[in-house]
C-alpha cells in the first residue's frame, strides 16, 4: 500500500489552527515524528514501525476499539437535557454541545461520525451494536497522568467488548510487565457515593491493603471515581503514603469508556498513544458520567460503540476475571494452584445483588461487608437469621453424606422483602427477594464481615474474613487451602484454618487409611516450593506436621533446588529470589563450566564450591560418594534417559555405580521406570542447611540448623562459608549483610559450645577433637581454625583443650620453671615432674579404640558372607593392652611422655634454635674464611635439617597423619577421605584386591565396586600443588624458605675459588643471619604480652607499605626538582639516581645538605673537567641558594609534620584495634604454635634428621606391607559408633534447650513489650471511639445516652455485684417456673379460662402476623412462578454468557420493549446435533429461510417430536416460535435441544413424615410431607428426580425411567426383593395423580425454546410401598434424600411451586 510520509518537527510551521485544537497536540509531540496519509480508514495517523516502542506497536496491531458505522438518528421525544454535553474536537468549546445537533442512536453526536458514513432516514430504524458498528484500530491507549493527583502514571486501553480475553492477558502480563496475581478481588457494591462509619471505614480500608500487599493480589473495579470504587482507590492511596513497600498493589479499574467524562483528553487520533495523557478531574459531573480514578493502577475502558449506556463492562470484566483465575500461581510446579477469585461487596443496589448471585452460581466466595449500607446489608441480614441445616443424603456408592441446606424462616422472608421493597422499590420486587435467598444457598462461599466494638472489627480481620472465604470455598480440598495460603504467604491462615489440633491429623488418618500415595507427594511438593520461595514459617510449620525430610529429599529434589534458575519460568515470581543470589549462581556457572557441565548445576559442582569456600581440608561427600558424582542430572531433572541420548559424555558403569546394579537392569529399568530411584539422604537438615547458607538465606538455615545434627560443627561450617562469600563479592550491601550473618553463626557456635562446657568439661572437648563424619572428616577445631575464627579459639573449652594439648601427658600442675629445669637437667625429670593420671583415660581411650574395631570386625565378617574375595582383618594394635589399666608408669614411659610433650618439643627447638644463632654469629664474626671449618660443615648439616623439616611440613597436608585410615597413607588426604566415606557409608569393608590393574586398588562395598576416579589416580600435582599452596599462605613459611634460599646462595658464593664472591658471600650471609634472627620472633607468638604485639607489627607493615605508596610522590617530585635546579644539565647514570634520591629521602630524617647547598668557590668547581674526575664536587647553581630552601621548607612541612604524623595516627589506630582483640589474638597464635609442635618430631634441629629418616622408612613399609601406622595425635579423635551417637545426641539436646530459652527472652524483651503495650492502647482508645460514635449517634436521634452494653463488649463488675446479680437471675428463673404452673393448673381446672388480656393481645398478633408472612411467602412463590423469574436470571447455566436484562414489566410480549436486544446463544453440545437435538439451526439462517424448516404447534413425524404446547397455540414470528412465557433475555436455544417445546416429566413421590415409634410427624395441627429429591451436580440445588423425555417416549414411561435412574440407583442388589418392588412401584405409579402440567420456569429457557412439563403426584400414604426403599443417587446426580415438605426449602426451576401443590393437594403442612 502507497503511504505520503510527511516529516513533522515539534516547531514545524505546518502546525494550523486546527491542529492546535486537538486535543492531543502538544501533550506528545516527541512522539509525533511522522504524520501519514493512509489509504483506507483503517489506517488513519499510521506510522512508521521503527518509530514506535514495543508497547505501541503491540497494542495497535492486536487491540481494537468499536465505532458506530451508520447514523440512526435518536427520537426527539427522547429528553435531551439529561443527556451531558458532548466535546467535540475541532468543533466548538470543549463541553458545549453544538445547538440542536441531532444524536444518534449509539449515544454519539452526528459530528463525531465520519462524512462518509450513511445514515438511517427514520429515527425508529432499528440500531444494533452487532450490525451497526465494527472493531478498528483503538485510538486510546497508553499512560495517563492525574493533574492535581501527583505524578504517577497509569496504563489504559480503549478495548473492544469483543476483544480476545486471551490477548488481554498477554497486555496485562507481557506488555504491562504485571506480575501473576495469588489472589483475585473482584471489588463490587454501589456506584454512587455512598458513607460508612468512620471505624468501618477505616477498618476496611486497611485490611483491603493488608490482604493485597501479603498475597500479591490483583483488585478489580469498576474504575470510576464514585462509590465502592472510590473508596477501594482511596485505601491504595492511603497505603501508599505509608508503606515503604517497593511492590505497587495493583488496582484495575474495568469501566465503560462510553461513560467516562472528558474521555476526549485520553485519545490520540494518530493511534500512537499518549505517553502520557493530561487528563482533568472536573468539579461537576455531568449526568450519565463519571470520572476516572486517580488512584487505581490500570484501566480497562470497554467501548461497544455506543455512549451513556452503563453495564458495557459487565460481560466483560466477568470473563477477564475468569481468565485470570484459569492461570496458576508462582509457587511451583506441583504446589501452585489456579489463581482463587473473590467477591467483596460493599453497600450497592440490585446491580450488586445480580452480581452476588452469579458470584456464588459460578462457585466464587463472597465477603459481604455488614454495615456498609444496601444490599450488603440485606443479604448479611439474610445470611445471619437464615439457618444452615445439614440434611442426610446417599450418594451413588450407597453412603451417607451431609449436604447442607439454607433455610429462611417465613419471618425472615418477610423481612427480607421489607428491607428489599425499602432500598430498591417495589420494581422487580420479586426478582430480587430470590436473588438474596438463591445467592446463599450454598452457605461454604459466603463470608459476613462483621464490625463491632470487642468482636472481630480489627485491622487485620477483614483481610482474615477474605482469605478464609477462600478456605471455606475449598473446605474439603485440604491440601489446595494449604496451596493457596503458601502463596498467599499467609501463615496465621496456615496455622488457624489448616493445620488445627484435629483436622489435619484426621484428614492424613483418613487418607493412610485408604493408602493415598498421593498424600505425601502432595506435601513433598508443597514443601519444595515453599522452601524455593523461602517461605520459612511454612517449612517450619510443614516439619512440624508430618513431613519427613529423610522421605522428602531426594537427589532429585535437591538438584532441582539448586537449578530452579532453569527450571523455571523467567517471568515467574520466583526469580526475585533468584536475583537475590546472583552471586552463588555465578560461582557455581564458573565451577560448572570449568567441570565440563553444560546445562544444569550438579551436587559435584556444589562440592567443589563448598570446597572452595571452606578450605582444601574439607572434602564433601559430594565429591567422594560415585552415587553422586556419577548421577545422570539431565535424566533426573528433564527425564530423558542417558540410554535414549545415546549417553553422550557417560562412562561405562556410571549408571551401575549410581545404582548398585547390573548395566543392563539400570538401562531396563530407565525406560520404565516414573521416576530415578535414588536412595535417601542420611543427614538431609545438613543438605538443605548447606543449600540455604549458599543462597544466603538466614532464617531458613537457622531452621534448619535447629532440626539437624553437629550443631557446633554446621553452625562453623556456616560461618566460615559466609564469610568466604563476603570477600568474593564487590556488592557493598552483600557482603555486610553476608559477614553479619556470618558473625550470627558464629555466635551460635559459641553459645552452644559453652552451654556444653558449663554441662560436662569433658563432653564438650571431645565434641572439639570429633571427627566429623558429615563434615569432611574434620574437627570442630579445624573448621574454626581455617575459618579464621578468633572468637570460637579463644573460648574456655578450645583454651582448656589446648592447655591439654599442649602439656601432653604431663600434668598442668607443672610449672614453668620446673620445665625449663627438667630441660636442662634430666636427671630431675622423675622427681620434679607430674604426670596426668592416665588410668581413667587410657581405659575409655581403650574401650573407645576396641569398639571402633568391633565395628570394623562386624563390617568385615559381613562382608565375607557377601564377597570370596580373600580379606585382610584389621588386627587390635599389639602395642596397647586393652585388658589393663596401668595405675603406675614406667620410668621409659615417663621419659616417653616428657619428651614427646609439645611444651618440650617446644623447650628443644627454642633452645636448638639459640645455640644455632650463636653458631652462626660464631661463625660470622670469627670463622668465616677461605678454609672450611667444622663449625661451617655443622651449621650447613643445621639449615639442612631446617629445611627437611620444612619439606616434611609441605609434603604431609595438615592433620595428614591424624587420620584414622593411616592403612591409605600412599594415597592423598583426598583420596584417603574418599575411600574411608566410600567403605563406611556402605556399611561394608575395605578390601584390597591384588589383581587391580594399572597399580590400582579396588574396594569393593556391600552394593557396588569402588575403584579411585581418574581424578584421583593421577592427582598427585595437582595433590602437591594444594599443600604447596596451603604451605605458602603462612608468612613464617615464606620466612623460612627465604632463609633457606639465602643461605643456599650465600654457600654458593662461599665455594667459589674468588676473593670477590667470598666478600660477597660474607654480606649474604650476614643478611641471612638477619632473617634468621627475624625468625625468632615466631617463638614469641606463644606469650601473652608479646604474641599480640607481632601481629601488630605485621599490620603496621601494611599500613606503612601504603604509606611508603603516598611519601613517594613527595619524596620523588622534591629530589627531582631541587637536584634540576642545584645542578642543570647532570649526565645520565645509576649515580644520578642515586645522589637525587638521596637528596629528597634523608631529608626526611633531618639531613638537609646545607652545606652542599650553600658551597662556593674554592670548595668547588662548576668546570665539567673538574668535578667529572672528582677533584672537587660541583658548585650549586647561584638560584638554588633561595630557590631549594624554599622548597625545601614546604617538602618538610608536609613530609616531616603531615605525612609522618598520619603515619602514627594510622599506627595508633591499628594499635587499639588490635589492643582491644589482644586476647583472642593471642589464644588463636598459640593455637596454630601448639598445632605446629603437636606435628614435629620430637628431636629437635639438627638431630631430627634421624626422626625423618626413621618416617621416610616407616612410609615406605606402610606401602610396602600394607601396614597401619599407630601415630595418634591429640587434636583429632575417632569414637565408635556408639559413643559417637551418644555425644550428637547430647549436644543436640543442648543446642535445643538453648534456642528455646533463647526464644522465650527474646518474647519477653523490651520491644515486644512495647508493641503488645502499644496494641493494648491502640485497642483502648478504638473502642472509646466507638463508645463516642454511639453516643453521639443516640444523642442526634433525640434519645437518652447509651443505656447497654454495645454487642460483644465485655463488662467488668465487682465480685460481690456479680454475686448479687446471679442470685437474682435465679430467683427471677425459680419465679417464672411458678408461674407457668399455677396458670397450667388454673386453665386445667377451669377456674379461670380466660387468659390475662396483655397475653392474649400479644399472642393474637403473632398469631396473625406468622400467618401473614407464611401468606406472604406462597405468594412469592406463584408470583415467582407467573414472572418467569428463573428463566431471567442474568447468568446462563454452564456459561459465561449473560441475558440482556428484562424488567418484570416487560415480560410479557405484548408490551413494548423497543430496547430489547436479546443474545444469541447455542451451547457447544447442541451445536454437535445429538439425537435428542434438532438438526437444524433456524436461528443463523435469514427469517426467510427459516419457513417450512420445522413444523410448530402439532406433532412434528420426522423427528418424532411433539411440539405442541400445553398451554395452548404459541407464536411463531420469523420462523421462530416465541416463549408463551415471555421474554428471557437471550434467543436461540441455549442448552435446550429442541426449538420450541422440550417435553419432559417430574414425579413427585411422597410419603408422611414418621417419629420412631411410627406416628405420623404434626406441625400446626397439619401432617407434615417428605419427598424424594435429588440434589443436582450443575447448579447444587435440590430439585424433584425428573428428566427430559426421549423422541417418542410417553411421559408416564420418562416419569418411572427418571425416578429409577436419578433416585433409586443400582439400589436393587436383592433378586428376591427385587419382583416385590417392582410389582409395588407398579401399583404406586398407577395411583398418580397429574398436579400440573405447563410451562416449567427453568434457567435453560430461552425466547425460543422452553421446558413443558407434567408433575405427578406419587403418595404413599401407609408408607408400607416405600419403606423398603432406601435411596441411592444415580450416575447423574450426586445424592438423592428424602425431604420436608416446607415453604423454606430452595429448589431447582419451579419445584418449590410443584412441592406447594402437593401439600395443599394432601392438606400437608407447607
Not at 498 to 506: K, L, P
Not at 636 to 661: E, F, H, N, R, W
Not at 792 to 821: E, H, R
Not at 1560 to 1565: F, T
Amino acid at each position: 500500500m502507497d503511504k505520503k510520509v510527511t516529516k513533522v518537527s515539534p516547531a514545524d510551521p505546518m502546525d494550523t489552527i486546527e491542529n492546535m485544537e486537538s486535543p492531543s497536540h502538544g501533550k506528545s509531540l516527541i512522539s509525533l515524528h511522522y504524520n501519514e496519509e493512509a489509504v483506507d480508514a483503517e489506517n488513519v495517523g499510521a506510522a512508521p514501525v521503527e518509530t514506535m516502542t514495543y508497547q505501541q506497536r503491540w497494542i495497535r496491531d492486536n487491540i481494537k476499539m468499536r465505532v458506530c458505522t451508520k447514523f440512526v438518528e435518536k427520537p426527539t421525544n427522547v429528553n435531551s437535557d439529561l443527556l451531558p454535553p458532548v466535546r467535540v474536537p475541532g468543533k466548538g468549546l470543549p463541553g458545549i454541545q453544538s445547538e440542536a445537533e441531532p444524536i444518534c442512536r449509539c449515544g454519539y453526536p452526528r459530528s463525531t461520525h465520519g462524512q462518509s458514513l450513511s445514515s438511517g432516514t427514520s429515527g425508529m430504524e432499528d440500531w444494533k451494536v452487532d450490525t451497526h458498528t465494527k472493531a478498528t484500530r483503538t485510538n486510546a491507549f497508553g499512560t495517563v497522568e492525574f493533574l492535581g493527583f501527583g505524578e504517577n502514571e497509569r496504563n489504559y486501553v480503549r478495548v473492544d467488548v469483543d476483544t480476545k480475553m486471551k490477548d488481554m492477558m498477554e497486555l496485562m502480563m507481557d506488555v504491562w510487565g504485571l506480575e501473576k496475581p495469588n489472589l483475585l478481588i473482584s471489588v463490587t457494591g454501589g456506584a454512587k457515593n455512598f458513607t460508612m462509619k468512620q471505624k468501618l471505614k477505616e477498618e476496611f480500608r486497611r485490611g483491603l491493603m493488608k490482604v493485597a500487599r501479603s498475597t500479591g493480589a490483583w483488585i478489580i473495579t469498576g474504575g470510576t471515581n464514585a462509590g465502592v470504587m472510590k473508596h477501594v482507590g482511596e485505601a491504595v492511596r492511603d497505603y501508599g503514603l505509608v508503606s515503604a513497600s517497593t511492590n505497587p498493589i495493583i488496582v484495575i479499574g474495568v469501566a465503560t469508556w462510553g461513560c467516562i467524562q472528558n474521555k476526549e483528553d485520553l485519545t490520540d487520533s494518530e493511534c500512537r498513544g499518549k505517553w502520557p495523557a493530561s487528563y482533568r478531574l472536573g468539579k461537576k459531573q455531568r449526568p450519565k458520567e463519571s470520572f476516572l480514578d486517580p488512584n487505581h493502577t490500570h484501566f480497562v475502558l470497554v467501548d461497544n460503540g455506543t455512549q451513556h449506556q452503563f453495564g458495557v463492562e459487565i460481560p466483560f470484566r466477568a470473563w477477564m476475571e475468569n481468565s485470570i483465575a484459569n492461570m496458576k500461581t508462582n509457587t511451583g510446579k506441583n504446589a501452585s494452584v489456579y489463581v482463587p477469585v473473590v467477591l467483596l461487596v460493599l453497600e450497592g443496589g440490585p446491580g450488586t445483588l445480580e452480581t452476588a448471585h452469579q458470584a456464588v452460581a459460578n462457585n466464587t466466595p463472597i465477603v459481604i461487608v455488614q454495615g456498609s449500607g444496601r444490599a450488603a446489608d440485606i443479604l448479611a441480614y439474610a445470611y445471619q437469621n437464615s439457618i444452615g441445616e445439614e440434611i442426610g443424603a446417599t450418594d451413588q456408592e450407597g453412603k451417607t453424606k451431609k449436604i447442607t441446606q439454607t433455610i429462611f424462616d417465613a419471618s425472615v422472608e418477610a423481612e427480607i422483602r421489607n428491607q428489599v421493597e425499602e432500598n430498591f422499590g417495589k420494581k422487580n420486587l420479586v426478582r430480587h427477594c430470590e436473588m438474596v435467598k438463591e445467592t446463599l444457598k450454598n452457605r461454604d462461599l459466603v463470608t459476613v464481615f462483621e464490625f463491632s466494638i470487642g468482636g472481630r472489627g480489627s485491622s487485620k480481620d477483614i483481610d482474615r474474613a477474605i482469605l478464609q472465604a477462600l478456605l471455606r470455598a475449598n473446605k474439603d480440598q485440604i491440601f489446595d487451602q494449604l496451596k493457596l495460603a503458601l502463596a498467599w504467604n499467609r501463615i496465621d491462615i496456615a496455622k488457624s484454618e489448616i493445620f488445627t489440633d484435629d483436622r489435619f491429623i484426621q484428614y492424613k488418618e483418613g487418607v493412610n487409611r485408604h493408602r493415598n500415595k498421593d498424600v505425601p507427594s502432595m506435601l513433598f511438593e508443597i514443601m519444595q516450593s515453599a522452601l524455593i520461595l523461602n517461605r520459612v514459617t511454612f517449612v517450619e510449620l510443614l516439619m512440624d506436621n508430618g513431613v519427613n525430610l529423610k522421605d522428602f529429599l531426594t537427589k532429585k529434589r535437591l538438584l532441582k533446588l539448586y537449578n530452579h534458575r532453569d527450571l523455571y519460568d523467567s517471568s515467574s515470581n520466583m526469580m526475585q529470589e533468584i536475583n537475590k543470589n546472583i552471586q552463588l549462581y555465578q560461582l557455581l556457572d564458573k565451577i560448572r563450566r570449568k567441570n565440563g557441565n553444560e546445562k544444569y548445576i550438579s551436587l559435584v559442582d556444589v562440592g567443589c564450591l563448598i570446597q572452595d569456600l571452606i578450605g582444601d581440608f574439607y572434602t564433601p561427600w559430594y565429591l567422594i560418594d560415585p552415587k553422586v558424582r556419577d548421577l545422570d542430572v539431565e535424566y533426573l531433572l528433564d527425564g530423558v534417559s542417558a540410554k535414549c541420548m545415546g549417553m553422550p559424555g557417560i562412562k561405562k558403569g556410571i549408571l551401575s555405580m549410581a545404582t548398585g546394579q547390573k548395566q543392563e537392569t539400570v538401562e531396563n529399568e530407565l525406560l520404565t521406570s516414573d521416576e530415578f530411584q535414588v536412595p535417601d539422604f542420611d543427614n538431609p537438615f545438613q543438605e538443605l542447611f548447606l543449600w540455604a547458607v549458599l543462597l544466603n538465606r538466614q532464617e531458613m538455615a537457622k531452621i534448619l540448623w535447629k532440626g539437624g545434627k553437629d550443631a557446633t560443627a554446621a553452625a562453623l561450617v556456616a560461618s566460615g562459608m559466609l564469610n568466604s562469600l563476603s570477600r568474593q563479592t564487590d556488592d557493598t550491601e552483600l557482603a555486610k549483610k553476608l559477614k553479619e550473618n556470618s558473625q550470627e553463626f558464629s555466635n551460635l557456635a559459641i553459645a552452644v559450645l559453652n552451654e556444653c562446657y558449663d554441662v560436662e568439661e569433658k563432653k564438650a572437648q571431645n565434641l572439639l577433637i570429633r571427627e566429623l563424619e558429615h563434615w569432611g572428616a574434620a574437627t570442630c577445631v579445624l573448621l574454626a581454625v581455617e575459618s579464621n575464627n578468633k572468637k570460637f579459639i579463644s573460648q574456655t573449652a578450645c583454651q582448656t583443650l589446648l592447655n591439654n594439648v599442649w602439656m601432653g601427658n604431663l600434668s598442668l600442675d607443672n610449672q614453668l620453671l620446673q620445665l625449663l629445669l627438667c630441660v636442662f637437667i634430666p636427671p630431675l625429670i622423675l622427681p620434679v615432674i607430674k604426670f596426668k593420671d592416665n588410668s581413667d583415660q587410657d581405659g575409655v581411650e581403650n574401650l573407645e579404640r576396641k569398639g571402633v574395631l568391633r565395628d570394623k570386625k562386624r563390617k568385615l565378617e559381613k562382608q565375607k558372607t557377601l564377597s570370596s574375595i580373600p580379606v585382610k582383618e584389621e588386627k587390635e594394635d599389639p602395642q596397647v593392652d586393652y585388658e589393663s589399666k596401668p595405675s603406675n608408669l614406667s620410668f621409659w614411659k615417663k621419659l616417653y611422655y616428657f619428651y614427646t610433650a609439645p611444651v618440650i618439643i617446644f623447650a628443644h627447638n627454642v633452645l636448638s634454635y639459640v645455640i644455632f644463632l650463636g653458631l652462626y654469629s660464631y661463625i660470622l664474626l670469627v670463622k668465616f674464611n677461605k678454609d672450611v671449618s667444622n663449625e661451617e660443615i655443622i651449621l650447613i648439616i643445621w639449615v639442612f635439617s631446617i629445611f627437611a623439616e620444612e619439606v616434611r611440613q609441605v609434603t604431609d597436608h595438615t592433620f595428614s597423619n591424624w587420620t584414622p585410615c593411616s592403612l591409605l597413607s600412599q594415597y592423598s588426604i583426598y583420596e584417603r577421605i574418599t575411600i574411608y566415606r566410600t567403605s563406611t557409608n556402605q556399611n561394608a569393608s575395605l578390601i584390597i584386591n591384588p589383581s587391580a590393574s594399572n597399580n590400582t586398588q579396588s574396594f569393593r562395598g556391600k552394593n557396588h565396586s569402588f575403584h579411585p576416579p581418574q581424578k584421583m589416580q593421577s592427582s598427585s600435582t595437582k595433590n602437591f600443588n594444594t599443600k604447596l599452596q596451603s604451605y605458602i599462605t603462612d608468612p613464617w613459611n615464606i620466612v623460612d624458605v627465604a632463609t633457606i634460599f639465602i643461605f643456599v646462595m650465600g654457600i654458593v658464593l662461599r665455594f667459589l675459588p674468588f676473593d670477590s664472591t667470598l666478600e660477597a658471600a660474607r654480606c649474604v650471609m650476614a643478611l641471612n643471619l638477619v632473617i634468621f634472627f627475624f625468625r625468632i620472633l615466631h617463638i614469641f607468638s606463644v606469650h601473652k604480652q608479646l604474641g599480640p604485639k607481632l601481629v601488630m607489627i605485621g599490620r603496621m607493615l601494611k599500613d606503612l607499605l601504603y604509606f611508603i605508596i603516598i611519601l613517594m610522590v613527595f619524596v620523588v617530585s622534591y629530589s627531582i626538582a631541587a637536584y634540576s635546579v642545584m645542578y642543570p644539565n647532570s649526565e645520565l647514570s645509576i649515580v644520578l639516581v642515586y645522589n637525587v634520591m638521596r637528596l629528597g629521602y634523608w631529608n626526611l630524617y633531618g639531613e638537609l645538605f646545607l652545606e652542599d647547598i650553600e658551597r662556593e668557590e674554592p670548595d668547588c668547581s662548576f668546570d665539567d673537567s673538574v668535578y667529572s674526575n672528582g677533584s672537587l664536587p660541583r658548585c650549586p647553581s647561584a638560584v638554588s641558594r633561595y630557590a631549594v630552601p624554599i622548597l625545601m621548607g614546604f617538602y618538610v612541612l608536609f613530609c616531616n609534620i603531615l605525612l609522618l604524623n598520619l603515619l602514627i595516627a594510622m599506627f595508633s589506630y591499628t594499635f587499639e584495634i588490635t589492643q582491644m582483640d589482644t586476647d583472642s589474638i593471642w589464644k588463636f597464635m598459640r593455637f596454630n604454635t601448639i598445632r605446629e609442635y603437636c606435628d614435629r618430631t620430637p628431636l629437635p634441629a639438627p638431630f631430627c634428621l634421624i626422626s625423618h629418616f626413621y618416617l621416610l622408612l616407616q612410609q615406605c613399609s606402610s606401602k610396602c606391607c600394607k601396614q597401619r601406622s599407630n601415630q595418634i595425635n591429640s587434636l583429632i579423635k575417632r569414637f565408635s559408633s556408639d559413643k559417637a551417637r551418644e555425644l550428637v545426641q547430647w549436644e543436640n539436646m543442648i543446642a535445643d534447650a538453648f534456642m528455646n530459652r533463647l526464644e522465650l527472652e527474646e518474647k519477653k524483651n523490651i520491644e515486644n513489650r512495647v508493641i503488645n503495650t502499644q496494641e493494648s492502647i491502640h485497642e483502648l482508645f478504638f473502642k472509646l471511639d466507638e463508645l463516642q460514635d454511639l453516643q453521639a449517634t443516640s444523642g442526634s436521634s433525640g434519645q437518652a445516652p447509651i443505656s447497654k452494653a454495645p454487642v460483644n463488649q465485655v463488662v467488668r463488675m465487682p465480685p460481690q455485684m456479680d454475686k448479687r446479680l446471679l442470685a437474682l437471675e435465679e430467683q427471677m428463673q425459680q419465679s417464672t417456673v411458678a408461674l407457668n404452673w399455677i396458670m397450667k393448673i388454673l386453665q386445667e381446672q377451669e377456674k379461670n379460662t380466660r387468659v390475662a388480656p396483655m397475653l392474649e393481645d400479644k399472642r393474637e398478633n403473632e398469631k396473625q402476623k406468622k400467618e401473614k408472612d407464611k401468606a406472604l411467602v406462597k405468594n412469592t412463590v406463584e408470583e415467582r412462578k407467573r414472572l418467569n423469574y428463573k428463566a431471567r436470571l442474568p447468568c446462563y447455566p454452564q456459561s459465561l454468557i449473560n441475558r440482556f436484562p428484562v424488567p418484570d414489566h416487560k415480560v410479557s410480549w405484548e408490551i413494548p420493549f423497543p430496547e430489547y436486544d436479546p443474545v444469541i446463544y447455542e451451547a457447544p453440545e447442541v451445536k454437535e446435533h445429538p439425537y435428542w437435538a434438532d438438526t437444524i439451526d433456524l436461528i443463523f439462517m435469514k427469517p426467510e429461510e427459516r419457513i417450512g424448516k420445522i413444523k410448530f404447534n402439532e406433532y412434528d413425524d420426522l423427528n418424532k417430536v411433539n411440539r405442541k404446547s400445553y398451554v395452548g397455540t404459541y407464536q411463531v414470528q420469523d420462523g421462530l416460535p416465541l416463549n408463551p412465557t415471555g421474554r428471557t433475555g437471550l434467543i436461540g436455544r441455549g442448552l435446550l435441544g429442541r426449538y420450541g417445546p422440550n417435553h419432559c416429566g417430574d414425579p413427585i413421590v411422597t410419603r408422611w413424615k414418621r417419629d420412631d415409634i411410627g406416628n405420623v410427624v404434626m406441625k400446626e395441627g397439619k401432617k407434615v410431607l417428605e419427598f424424594v429429591a435429588i440434589f443436582r451436580k450443575d447448579n447444587k440445588l435440590w430439585s424433584i428426580p425428573g428428566g427430559m423425555c426421549e423422541p417418542g417416549q410417553k411421559v408416564s414411561q420418562c416419569l418411572k425411567a427418571e425416578f429409577t435412574e436419578e433416585a433409586l440407583g443400582s439400589l436393587v442388589e436383592d433378586s428376591n426383593m427385587e419382583e416385590k418392588i417392582k410389582s409395588d412401584l407398579k401399583i404406586m405409579m398407577e395411583e398418580g395423580e397429574e398436579i400440573y402440567k405447563g410451562i416449567c420456569d427453568d434457567p435453560r429457557n430461552t425466547d425460543n425454546s422452553w421446558l413443558e412439563t407434567v408433575v405427578f403426584n406419587y403418595h404413599d400414604d401407609t408408607g408400607k410401598v416405600l419403606h423398603p426403599f432406601l435411596l441411592r443417587a444415580g450416575e447423574t446426580v450426586e445424592a438423592a434424600s428424602w425431604l420436608e415438605v416446607s415453604s423454606s426449602l430452595m429448589l431447582h426451576s419451579s419445584h418449590l411451586y410443584y412441592v406447594q401443590l402437593v401439600a395443599e393437594k394432601l392438606n400437608a403442612f407447607f
